[in-house]
């Protein structure tokens, strides 16, 4: 089964606890405004890769990582994909799975009744990027959105999740710069100057 993926980074020392693999899947129909994520809303950018080649990989890595974290694009919109990867990393590790979607709780609810992402995840920050809203934590790219625990196939609402991990980027064997986490408003500004000093000249749009 084919995964239409943007990128694998490891290690991140955010987007979760510990130390994690990074998976950015391809494709979000959500199109919020403001997203700082635009190259990945096309469904046919990224890779296109075997679910069972990046479980094997993944698995072999499996006794240094604490997690996976799971975020895009859309996971949600390549659900059978999700899924079947999810079983077999709860089946074969103990590695902790952390995921970002657009979507409400309410809406997954409705759009996936079997709940089988309950079964998966561990934790999960839900809801659209609302522009207007901006967060004050680098976890959540706007207030309004929702951190739940899953557990025993019940979601429990964390009110004050820890939210002290920083983002951080890496320059890529592709040259190219990518980022994990959420950059406040007047980071990115930040980043591009630092950037600036060492003769590098890149715009975060
Ligand atoms: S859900 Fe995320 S990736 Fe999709 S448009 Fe909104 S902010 Fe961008």
Redo the contacts with the bound molecule.
């Keep these: 089964m084919k995964w239409q993926l943007n990128n694998i980074k490891f290690p991140i020392y955010n987007l979760g606890p510990g130390k994690r693999i990074g998976i950015w899947v391809q494709g979000?129909s959500?199109?919020?405004t403001g997203?700082i994520?635009k190259t990945?809303?096309s469904e046919k950018g990224g890779d296109s890769l075997d679910v069972l080649e990046v479980y094997n990989n993944m698995a072999l890595m499996a006794d240094d990582f604490d997690g996976i974290t799971i975020s895009?694009?859309?996971p949600f919109e390549q659900y059978e994909q999700l899924i079947a990867f999810l079983h077999l990393i709860k089946l074969k590790t103990r590695l902790h799975i952390y995921c970002f979607t657009?979507y409400d709780l309410s809406e997954l609810e409705e759009l996936y009744p079997d709940q089988l992402y309950m079964k998966y995840i561990d934790q999960i920050m839900t809801g659209?990027?609302e522009q207007d809203k901006w967060s004050e934590d680098n976890l959540r790219?706007s207030s309004n959105q929702k951190l739940y625990n899953f557990q025993n196939g019940r979601a429990e609402l964390l009110l004050n999740p820890d939210t002290s991990n920083n983002w951080s980027i890496f320059i890529g064997d592709d040259q190219q710069i990518h980022m994990s986490a959420i950059p406040k408003n007047n980071e990115l500004k930040q980043i591009e100057a630092d950037l600036k000093q060492h003769n590098i000249n890149k715009k975060f749009i």
């Design positions: 979000c959500l199109a919020c997203c994520n990945l809303w895009g694009g859309e657009g659209r990027f790219g």
